[in-house]
């Protein structure tokens, strides 16, 4: 009988101590202080920007309350954890009841608590509708052009010289041919079709050419050692393929084998929800003028800029940075664009070639760093929210200069990615967004999607490394806020998943980050993203790519 009273008491100890994770959702215009109430005082806990969201590990019977600013007398709301829902909006039940009764469900999964009002999830499209990046290297002994097989005379795709290699994004089924360049008409190394995990594909001298021009491929020495390179890939990308279930698409040599991991710092992202947090001195300026007058009257009692990461997506890594910019920062940006725009281009030089699509109808613009005090403080700002120092945000170093581009009237960017091949493993590693308009109607278009995201499986996932905990918790409060979480390598769970894609609404001086490649250094397939139609209005957008290791091209 004691031994049953004994287990009756432990288990009801075991449910008063269970630990629930609760989204705290701000929608408030303003940033709120949120605070553990420990009876006689409170322990702040962490802050929150408006219309941002934290997911919080806490335990039953836990209360809070919440501030507009730690010096504040009045409490803005308060709640209490207790058993059936799981989400709580500030401001909405702060205006119902002076305390909140937080309710939270049992057994709800981490990746399923995802709520943001600028963040849309869109739904699953078969693989036949998402676009894919293939490989395409040229084996061939002279320059070919690559179209796209559209049933009538082709789409031009770009140009390969002997040896170089390319990056397309595809579709299942899609199929290309190749033209010998400077002859219209004349067919080289047959056709390729775009299947399920193959993404290497060579172009050959046709077999049948003459003996001479196939001489002529064997006794380069380019065109051996690329042939060689490729033998060793296609061993290397089938064993990759087993191991990780992703196909290996960035850069392979001769000597060094597959690129190397990124050497820059990448920003972690365990689950949805989760908040990092950077302090600059990059501050914001509000007018033009001497810096004394114009870094931000809202700022002149402080040092520092406040910035948060917050993780909008896991799988591929993306994150969503509020009030990034100030409202004249982001003017100034387009004040700055409008008279250097030109019809915006696709590809590169240094593989296939740089050329007008109908894929990208935008217009853009390219703003140097040192272009005047604004554009070098923006600089320095997103060198301290990546981590990185600020001497390698130049085009000498890791950072392109900065594109600002502009959409009206239907412009678009159709699905893309933004690493592609040169022959050489230098990628950009990094891309910032960074809105510089809002959306001019809830139906303006403008979006920016990322139709790939997926949901890994945390129990299915191949690869654990330990993490520290997130810093949105003071983890004194409850002996469980410092464990270590299973951090989802993104290589890990392909094929093991299912579709998060999503969309992010623009809003003027919000950023994005999200991460191009992979932590092995493979690039991320799942990055794909495209700019929605703009319907009504404009949009301004501006992006700063950073690369890894360091920037090749110029």
Known sequence: MALLILLLWLSVVAAIVRNFNVTIYNTYDFEVFVYFDTGSSGRFMFQLSSKMYAIVDTLLDHKYYVKQYPTAKEVLCRFKIQANSNIVNLQDKAKKRSEVQLNIAHGVNKTSLFSHPLITALPELPDAALGRSIKLRSLHSRGVVIYYDDGEDGAYMGTLQPGQETTITSYLGNEFFFVEEGFSKKRVGGSITVEPDKVLFLI?????????????????????????????????????????????????????????????YMWPAQRLGQTHSVTTPEVYWACKGAAKECRSPKLSSQLSLSLQLQVVSRTPRVFLIPDFLHTFEADHLVFLAKSRTKASSIGSFASGGVYSDETRTSRNAWLPRQTDPVTDTVFRRVADLLQIDARLMTSDANAEDMQVVHYQDGQRYEAHHDWSLHGYPESRFITVLLYLTDQAATDAGGETTFPRAIDCDDDKVDSVESVESSNIIDEEVSGNFAEAFSYLDKSKCRGKSKSRAFQVTPAKGQ?????????????????????????????????????????KIK
């Open 204 to 264: 050959h001298n046709n077999p049948d050419e003459t003996d001479h021009a196939l001489e002529e491929q064997e006794a380069d020495p380019l065109l051996s050692s690329v042939s060689a390179v490729s033998s060793a890939e296609v061993d290397f990308g089938s064993n990759y393929l087993m191991r990780t279930g992703v196909p290996w698409l960035h850069h392979f040599g001769l000597r060094t084998g597959p690129r190397h991991p990124p050497s820059l």
């Open 511 to 551: 950023a994005v980050i999200f991460y191009n490649l992979l932590s092995d250094g493979n690039a991320d397939d799942l990055t794909l993203h495209e700019a929605l139609p703009v319907t009504k209005g404009e949009k301004w957008l501006a992006n700063i790519w950073v690369w890894d290791p360091k920037m």
